[in-house]
C-alpha cells in the first residue's frame, strides 16, 4: 500500500511550501528578515508626519527625499562592482550598518533638518545592500521559486501590521515624538541583530565565488571604468530599458505614497495622527491576502496582465485620493485597500521581472546599474513632488497618476519586445 500522505491543505499553497523548505542562503536572509520588516513598517506610516512635528515643512522633507534618492543612486551605481569584489554576504554585512543601523540612531536622536539630510544620505547605502542581499537570496534558488522569494519578502514585513496598533496606543499614550524615538531605537536593535545573523548563517553563492575571485588585485576603479561596456550594453538591449522605466515609475510612485500620502490625510482630510497605524493594518491585511491566494498564480512570464491592471487600479486610486474632501471615511478606507491590492501584484512582480532580464553573470552590475538608472530619473522629484504638496495637498496624486499611465504604456510595448524576441 503506497504510504505517501498528501500535503496538508496549508503545505499545498506555494508560498507556504516555499517558505517551511526553505534551505541555504534563501532561508538565511528570508528567515531574518522579520527583524528589518517589523520596525520598518512600524515607524513609515507616520516618518512624514514625525519630521513635520520636529519643524520640516513639505519642502523640506521634498529635500530630504530627494538628498535619499540622490544617495542611493550613487550607491546603486557602486553596488556592482562593490558586490563582485567583496562577495553578497561581506558586502552586506558592512553595508547594512550604513544604510539602517546608523541612521536609525540619527533618526531616534534628531532635533532638526540636519539630522534628517544625514540619515537619508546613510540610508541611501540600502541600494547597495539591495543588490548584493538579492542576489545573496537568489543567485543559488531555483528560478521558478524567485516570485515566491520576493513575495515572502514583502510578508515579513507585513507582520507588522498586526502590530501597529501599538503605534497608536503609544501614540496617544507618550506623543508621537517619543514613539518615533522608541520605534528608530527598536530599528536599530533589531538590524544589529539581523546583520550578524546573516553572515553566520549564509555563504557566498556559486556566481559570487568566481566573480570575486575574477576581481582579486583588480581595485573598484577599474571595475567602474570597465563597466562602461555592460552600461552600454544595457542602453542597446530595449527590453531591459524598458523594464527599468516601469522600475523607475513604480519607486517614484512608493516614494510620493510613502511621504506625501500621510500628510494629506492629517492635514486635509483630516484623519488624526494616531490613525494613520490603523490605516496600516488595513492595507496589511488585504496584502497578505493576495500574497497568498494570488501572487502564487502569478508568472513572471505572463506580467502584461497583471501589472496593466495593477497600475490602472493605482491610477484610480490616486484620482479619488485627489478629489477626496474631509468626512468621506468609506472612500478613504476603500481607497487604502484597493492600492494595497494593486501593491500586493506589482512589488513582487517587478522585482521578479527585473532580475529575470538581466544576464545571469553580469547580474550583479546590471541589477546595480538598472537601480542607478532608475534613481536618476526619480531623484529630482523627491523636491518636485514636495514642492506641490506644499501647494495643494492632492497634487502629488496627480503625479502618481502620470506615472501610472506610463507604466502601462511601458509594459505593453516590453511585452512586444519580449514576445517578439523570445526573450522569457
Keep these: 500500500m503506497p504510504t505517501d500522505k498528501k500535503p496538508g491543505f496549508l503545505m499545498r499553497n506555494p508560498i507556504v511550501h516555499t517558505l517551511v523548505t526553505l534551505k541555504g542562503n534563501p532561508r538565511a536572509c528570508l528567515w531574518t528578515e522579520p527583524l528589518f520588516g517589523v520596525p520598518f513598517n512600524l515607524f513609515t506610516p507616520l516618518a512624514a508626519v514625525y519630521m513635520a512635528a520636529l519643524g520640516l515643512d513639505p519642502f523640506m522633507i521634498g529635500v530630504v527625499t530627494t538628498v535619499l534618492l540622490a544617495s542611493q543612486t550613487i550607491c546603486a551605481g557602486l553596488g556592482g562592482v562593490v558586490t563582485d569584489k567583496l562577495g553578497r554576504r561581506l558586502t552586506t554585512t558592512i553595508f547594512d550598518f550604513f544604510a539602517w543601523i546608523l541612521p536609525a540612531i540619527l533618526w531616534a536622536v534628531a532635533q532638526g533638518p540636519w539630522a534628517f539630510i544625514l540619515a537619508a544620505f546613510s540610508n541611501g547605502f540600502w541600494r547597495l545592500t539591495e543588490t548584493s542581499w538579492s542576489l545573496l537570496m537568489t543567485e543559488d534558488a531555483e528560478p521558478g521559486k524567485i516570485i515566491h522569494l520576493y513575495a515572502i519578502t514583502n510578508i515579513a514585513g507585513l507582520i507588522a501590521g498586526f502590530v501597529s496598533p501599538l503605534t ?86 512608493k516614494s510620493v505614497n510613502d511621504n506625501f500620502l500621510p500628510l494629506l490625510f492629517t492635514e486635509k482630510l483630516g484623519i488624526p495622527e494616531e490613525n494613520l497605524s490603523l490605516f496600516n493594518t488595513l492595507r496589511t491585511l488585504v496584502m497578505l491576502v493576495f500574497y497568498f491566494v ?88 523627491g523636491t518636485v513632488a514636495g514642492w506641490l504638496s506644499k501647494v495643494d495637498r492632492g497634487l502629488p496624486m496627480l503625479l502618481n497618476m502620470a506615472l501610472a499611465a506610463l507604466s502601462i504604456g511601458l509594459a505593453l510595448r516590453l511585452d512586444h519586445v519580449l514576445q517578439d524576441n523570445d526573450l522569457i
Design 168 to 253: 497608536y496606543l503609544f501614540v496617544r499614550h507618550y506623543s508621537l515624538v517619543t514613539t518615533m524615538r522608541w520605534l528608530y531605537a527598536l530599528m536599530a536593535l533589531c538590524m544589529t541583530i539581523k546583520t550578524v545573523l546573516i553572515y553566520f548563517l549564509s555563504t557566498e553563492t556559486q556566481v559570487g565565488l568566481r566573480r570575486r575571485e575574477e576581481n582579486r588585485g583588480v581595485s573598484i576603479f577599474s571595475r567602474l571604468v570597465e563597466s562602461r561596456f555592460v552600461l552600454g550594453r544595457m542602453f542597446r538591449e530595449r527590453h531591459v530599458m524598458l523594464t527599468i522605466g516601469m522600475v523607475a515609475a513604480f519607486m517614484l510612485i
Design 294 to 381: 494570488l501572487v502564487p498564480r502569478l508568472d513572471v512570464r505572463l506580467f502584461k496582465k497583471p501589472l496593466v491592471g495593477a497600475m490602472a487600479l493605482l491610477m484610480v486610486v490616486d484620482g479619488v485620493f485627489f478629489f477626496l474632501r474631509e468626512g468621506a471615511m468609506a472612500l478613504i478606507v476603500a481607497n487604502v485597500l484597493a492600492e494595497a491590492a494593486a501593491l500586493s501584484i506589482l512589488t513582487p512582480m517587478l522585482a521578479s521581472l527585473n532580475m529575470q532580464v538581466l544576464d545571469k553573470e553580469e547580474r550583479a552590475r546590471m541589477f546595480a546599474f538598472s537601480l542607478m538608472l532608475a534613481l536618476l530619473v526619480t531623484s529630482p522629484f
